[in-house]
């Protein structure tokens, strides 16, 4: 059909030619196309629709005829063609787009005018095709939303992919085709709101075979070519949506050059979350490191503050985020003006008048701002006639004011305003301000500028001057600290610099270039040092703990070297430990032999460490200059599980709860939880208020008693297989442990706990070690037992579940000690009768005969 219409169009240039230049004609328009087209459609409702997939090239091409030769413009519905293209094919024939994404579809037209009568107009609709990989999200039942999916009676596994044309669902349980109907177990529907974007596949009470892969499979029928896609999902009984922590404080202020280190971990979700980190305003620096959930920041600036947030995601329920404000101290654009204006003609200052002096600096964080006045160099009080004053925050913030009263002849000179931070670490912002007559200081860059450089290398500063009236006049000095170094007089440059060859101790310190005239004087300053960098501190140390002793641990520390070249060789580190919460460093050096390359990892080990005690450990490079910029980090000890047990203690804080795990043949699990991250949905009246330290943040296990949990239901938690320490053959008895525990029963319908003891080769036997039911009171109670295993073992905590939903248990601190308890609890008043009093007399009466035999006859 194009082929014949372009037939058309040329008959009628050769025939206009031929009738000669007197034939005027108003325009005609035709579009026609060219390229790959997966469907055309001519004149439906007017229009012709031209389907294309998305990365092909449209090519359209726009067939005129009229005398003169009319004049061709593209344009698009909702705005001109060239707000999208190049507009060098918006006025040609030919409209071509290579690449077509799916925000370039629409309709297009093709105008022609020559000045006869109206413009011809035709359009042609495009229609991009494309299909999104699809997504498969999990989402519990809204009306009984918990923390983990194996409590509930109802899942949502929901597919959504983006598509043009509209997308059809498939729904796979393994091998198995799921259609609406083939199982009651399952529904298959499309939210209205979602007009065909969205599949949702509902399991209903969830059963055992409900625990599969499920893929959801995505297709267009093969439209232009497209291919179906598929995604995958494993639901499992441990399958939960994401928690995470922040091992830092909100807000953190730090100063400009440090390097700052935000910890994000994970501390629960199935499959396991991926973590990303955010900003809130922009992209994230593009200096930052990450590694895993660890983002530092080396150097920081002002341009890198902001709220970052580690958001941990893995498709099920929603994404879990955490944020911290980074402030970084900063004082900047200083400037004054004069209450009245010198430099306004009807308005000098005058003998006998007030004048008022302002002075507002940008510092941040703005609470540390603090200001001084001087008066050619001298301090200033306030008083009387000089009543020194600082703005209301809201009105004028980072402003102070000096207003002199009836001014006097001895008050002119120049004053001079100080701005600073209390928080130290940035450089004072000094204004000066000459009062006498329409006079305006020197202003000069850099206000302040560090440099860090080695002895022996040479180092030049430079002051320049950016505004200053008078200009005659305009002299300049450098000093080092108070000594005077330089002076001289401007000519035509608009800088002056000072050079040092070669850096000695006595060359470091603060220079100062004071660039002066009649109205006061602008300075410069440079902070000149050779102070090492600080040292970064590396947190994927494989392993890092280890246990050489008993009640000891040593920790494998290792740390890179920010900018090693930047000063001196780095002789040694000056290494300072304590315990977390003390007062007092304890400090020792760490020689360091030849020079330190860029990213070398430096390993130092760690001993006598307390346990379970944590550390703050800094850490300072030391040059023949002196010492550099410290670093401080906190080292933790978790507790491994021993291979022949000696001790073993378990507060349920890392992520796989010290290997204990859920038993396959309860009713229902225990959960890992605390009082900062349980559901605000959380029954009343029943539960522990924090863990066993009375942390908020600490955690614990327990088992959750609201509905669907039924009376008599039990959850059982497996300790790991715990080896017993070889046995002394001449000793006479077995190896004794004292095991305990700390548990939390509160609630009117509080039911039972049991934990049993089960001995290696004897899985189906276990022996009740301990029992206890009721209300105990809002209060953690700490059990003790003497456990003489002659064989590997386990320990198993059973929790009952009660009458009602009051009635949740929890248990924190599991801890096991060779040798007998200090004290042995006496049974409770509401234990389980006689068993426990049973089980230690079978387990003493191998002990008893073996002491028989070993003992000597009287």
Same mark, same amino acid.
């Given at each position: 059909?194009?082929?014949?219409?372009?037939?058309v169009?040329?008959?009628?240039?050769l025939?206009e030619?031929?009738?000669?230049?007197?034939?005027?004609a108003?325009?005609?328009v035709?579009i026609v @196309?060219?390229?790959?087209a997966?469907n055309?459609?001519?004149?439906r409702?007017?229009?012709?629709v031209?389907?294309?997939?998305?990365?092909?090239?449209?090519?359209l091409?726009c067939l005129?005829? %009229?005398?003169?030769?009319?004049?061709i413009?593209? =344009?698009?519905?909702?705005g001109?063609?060239?707000?999208?293209?190049q507009?060098?094919s918006v006025?040609?024939?030919?409209?071509?787009?290579? +690449?077509?994404?799916?925000h370039q579809?629409?309709?297009?037209?093709?105008?022609a005018?020559?000045?006869l009568?109206s413009?011809?107009? +035709?359009?042609?609709r495009?229609?991009?095709y494309?299909?999104?990989?699809?997504?498969?999200?999990v @989402?519990?039942?809204i009306?009984?939303?918990?923390?983990?999916?194996y409590?509930?009676?109802?899942?949502?596994?929901r597919?959504? &992919?983006n598509?043009n044309?509209?997308?059809?669902?498939?729904?796979?349980?393994?091998?198995?085709?799921?259609?609406?109907?083939?199982?009651?177990?399952v529904?298959?529907y499309?939210?209205f709101?979602?007009q065909?974007?969205?599949k949702?596949?509902?399991l209903?009470?969830l059963?055992?075979?409900?625990?599969?892969?499920?893929s959801?499979?995505a297709?267009v029928?093969?439209?232009c070519?497209?291919?179906?896609?598929?995604?995958?999902f494993?639901?499992s009984?441990? =399958?939960?949506s994401p928690? #995470?922590?922040l091992?830092?404080?909100d807000?953190?202020?730090?100063?400009?050059?440090?390097?700052?280190?935000?910890v994000?971990?994970?501390?629960g979700?199935?499959?396991?979350?991926? /973590?990303?980190?955010?900003?809130?305003?922009?992209?994230?620096?593009e200096k930052?490191v990450?590694?895993?959930?660890?983002?530092?920041?080396?150097?920081i600036t002002?341009?890198?503050?902001?709220?970052?947030?580690c958001?941990?995601?893995?498709n099920?329920?929603n994404p879990?985020?955490?944020s911290?404000?980074?402030i970084?101290?900063?004082?900047?654009?200083g400037?004054?003006?004069?209450?009245?204006?010198?430099? @306004?003609k009807d308005?000098?200052?005058?003998?006998?008048?007030?004048v008022?002096?302002s002075?507002?600096?940008?510092a941040?964080p703005s609470?540390e701002l603090?200001?001084?006045?001087?008066?050619?160099g001298?301090?200033?009080?306030?008083s009387?006639?000089?009543?020194?004053?600082?703005t209301d925050?809201?009105v004028?913030?980072?402003?102070?004011?000096?207003?002199?009263?009836?001014?006097?002849?001895t008050?002119?000179?120049t004053?001079t305003?100080?701005?600073? /931070? +209390?928080?130290?670490?940035i450089s004072?912002?000094s204004?000066?301000?000459?009062?006498?007559?329409?006079t305006d200081?020197?202003?000069?860059?850099?206000a302040?500028?560090?440099?860090r450089?080695?002895?022996d290398?040479s180092?030049?500063?430079s002051?320049?001057?950016l505004?200053?009236?008078?200009?005659?006049? /305009?002299?300049?000095?450098?000093?080092?600290?108070?000594?005077?170094?330089r002076?001289?007089q401007?000519?035509?440059q608009?800088?002056?610099?000072y050079?040092?060859?070669?850096l000695?101790?006595?060359?470091?310190?603060?220079?100062?270039?004071s660039?002066?005239?009649e109205a006061?004087a602008?300075?410069?300053s440079?902070l000149?040092?050779?102070k090492?960098?600080?040292?970064?501190?590396?947190?994927?140390?494989y392993? !890092?703990?280890?246990?050489?002793?008993?009640?000891?641990?040593?920790?494998?520390?290792q740390?890179t070297?920010?900018?090693?070249?930047?000063v001196?060789?780095?002789v040694?580190?000056?290494?300072?430990i304590?315990? &977390?919460?003390?007062?007092?460093?304890?400090?020792?050096e760490? +020689?360091?032999n030849g020079n330190?390359?860029?990213?070398?990892?430096?390993?130092?080990?760690?001993?006598?460490?307390?346990?379970?005690?944590?550390?703050?450990?800094?850490?300072t490079?030391?040059?023949?200059?002196?010492?550099g910029?410290?670093?401080?980090?906190?080292?933790?000890y978790?507790? !491994?599980?021993?291979?022949h047990?000696?001790e073993?203690h378990?507060?349920?804080?890392?992520?796989n709860i010290?290997?204990?795990?859920?038993d396959?043949?309860?009713?229902?699990?225990?959960?890992?939880?605390s009082?900062?991250?349980?559901?605000?949905?959380y029954?009343?009246?029943?539960?522990?208020?924090?863990?066993?330290?009375?942390?908020?943040?600490?955690?614990?296990m327990?088992i959750?008693?609201?509905?669907?949990?039924?009376?008599?239901?039990?959850?059982?938690?497996?300790?790991?297989?715990?080896?017993?320490?070889?046995?002394n053959?001449?000793?006479?008895?077995?190896t004794?442990?004292?095991?305990?525990?700390f548990? @939390?029963?509160?609630?009117?319908? #509080?039911?039972?706990?049991?934990?049993?003891?089960?001995?290696?080769?004897?899985?189906?036997?276990?022996?009740? /070690?301990?029992s206890?039911?009721?209300?105990? %009171?809002?209060?953690?109670?700490?059990?003790?037992?003497?456990?003489?295993?002659?064989t590997?073992?386990?320990?198993?905590?059973?929790g009952?579940?009660?009458p009602?939903?009051e009635?949740?248990?929890?248990?924190?601190?599991v801890s096991?000690?060779?040798?007998?308890?200090?004290k042995?609890d !006496?049974?409770?008043k509401n234990?389980?009768?006689?068993?426990?009093?049973?089980?230690v007399?079978?387990?003493?009466?191998?002990?008893?005969i073996?002491?028989?035999?070993l003992?000597?006859?009287?």
């Open positions: 059909m194009d082929l014949v219409y372009g037939l169009w040329l008959l009628t240039v025939l030619g031929i009738s000669g230049q007197g034939v005027y108003p325009p005609t035709r @196309h060219s390229g790959l997966c055309i459609e001519e004149e409702y007017s229009e012709r031209y389907t294309i997939r998305e990365g092909e090239t449209l090519e091409t005129v005829t %009229g005398h003169p030769r009319p004049q413009r593209w =344009t698009k519905t909702a001109s063609a060239s707000d999208r293209f507009d060098s006025f040609n024939e030919t409209l071509r787009i290579t +690449k077509i994404q799916r579809g629409g309709r297009y037209y093709c105008k005018e020559n000045g009568g413009p011809a107009i +035709k359009s042609i495009v229609d991009v494309y299909l999104d990989d699809p997504v498969v999200t @989402h519990q039942s009306g009984e939303a918990k923390e983990q999916f409590y509930e009676r109802t899942v949502f596994l597919c959504v &992919a598509s044309p509209p997308v059809r669902y498939s729904w796979r349980r393994g091998q198995e085709v799921l259609l609406q109907g083939s199982d009651k177990g529904e298959i499309e939210p709101f979602t065909g974007e969205t949702i596949l509902k209903k009470n059963r055992p075979q409900d625990y599969a892969n499920y959801c499979i297709s029928r093969n439209v070519n497209i291919p179906d896609k598929m995604v995958s494993r639901l009984n441990k =399958t939960a928690s #995470i922590k091992l830092v404080d807000p953190i202020v730090v100063n400009p050059g440090e390097a700052i280190t935000l994000c971990v994970t501390t979700g199935e499959p396991t979350p991926s /973590l990303t980190w955010v900003r809130s305003f922009g992209t994230l620096p930052i990450l590694k895993g959930g660890t983002l530092t920041i080396p150097a002002s341009d890198d503050a902001g709220t970052y947030s958001i941990a995601n893995n099920v329920g879990a985020k955490k911290t404000n980074i970084v101290r900063a004082l900047k654009k400037r004054f003006w004069i209450t009245p204006d010198p430099y @306004h308005d000098n200052i005058q003998i006998g008048r007030e008022k002096i002075c507002q600096v940008e941040v609470e603090t200001f001084s006045w001087f008066k050619n001298r301090p200033l009080r306030s009387e006639r000089m009543v020194i004053t600082q925050p809201d004028s913030p980072g402003t102070t004011n000096l207003d002199i009263i009836d001014l006097k002849f008050d002119f000179g004053y305003c100080v701005a600073s /931070l +209390k928080g130290g670490g004072d912002i204004i000066d301000v000459n009062i006498s007559s329409s200081p020197p202003a000069v860059e850099p302040f500028l560090e440099i450089q080695g002895q290398r180092v030049t500063m002051c320049r001057v505004r200053a009236y008078p200009i005659r006049v /305009l002299t300049y000095e450098w000093r080092l600290g108070n000594k005077l170094l002076t001289g401007f000519d035509s608009e800088y002056t610099e050079p040092v060859k070669s000695s101790n006595e060359n470091y310190g603060v220079y100062n270039c660039i002066i005239n006061g602008g300075r410069c440079f000149v040092t050779g090492a960098y600080a040292p970064e501190f590396y947190y994927d140390t392993n !890092p703990v280890w246990q050489n002793r008993h009640r000891v641990y040593s920790y494998s520390l740390w070297q920010m900018n090693p070249d930047a001196d060789r780095i040694a580190y000056r290494l300072g304590r315990q &977390a919460g003390q007062q007092r460093w304890w400090e020792q760490i +020689k360091i330190i390359q860029k990213g070398e990892l430096i390993t130092y080990n760690l001993t006598e460490l307390i346990k379970p005690e944590a550390y703050e450990v800094r850490l490079p030391l040059t023949k200059f002196g010492e910029d410290s670093t401080i980090r906190v080292i933790k978790t507790a !491994p599980v021993n291979p047990l000696r073993f378990c507060g349920f804080e890392d992520g010290c290997l204990f795990t859920q396959d043949t309860d009713n229902f699990d225990w959960t890992k939880q009082t900062a991250t349980r559901n605000t949905k029954t009343p009246n029943t539960g522990p208020n924090a863990d066993r330290s009375g942390s908020k943040e600490g955690f614990y327990y959750e008693t609201s509905r669907p949990r039924l009376e008599g239901e039990k959850a059982r938690l497996l300790s790991p297989v715990f080896s017993i320490a070889p046995k053959p001449y000793g006479p008895t077995n004794a442990y004292c095991f305990s525990f548990y @939390h029963m509160y609630g009117q319908h #509080i039911g039972v706990l049991n934990v049993y003891l089960r001995l290696k080769g004897q899985t189906t036997i276990e022996n009740p /070690l301990w206890s039911s009721g209300n105990k %009171g809002q209060r953690w109670n700490e059990a003790h037992v003497n456990i003489y295993p002659i590997s073992f386990q320990l198993i905590f059973e009952v579940r009660g009602g939903i009635g949740d248990i929890a248990i924190d601190d096991i000690a060779e040798g007998e308890c200090a042995q !006496p049974p409770t234990s389980v009768d006689g068993a426990v009093g049973i089980l007399h079978i387990w003493l009466f191998p002990v008893i073996l002491i028989s035999i003992s000597p006859r009287r």
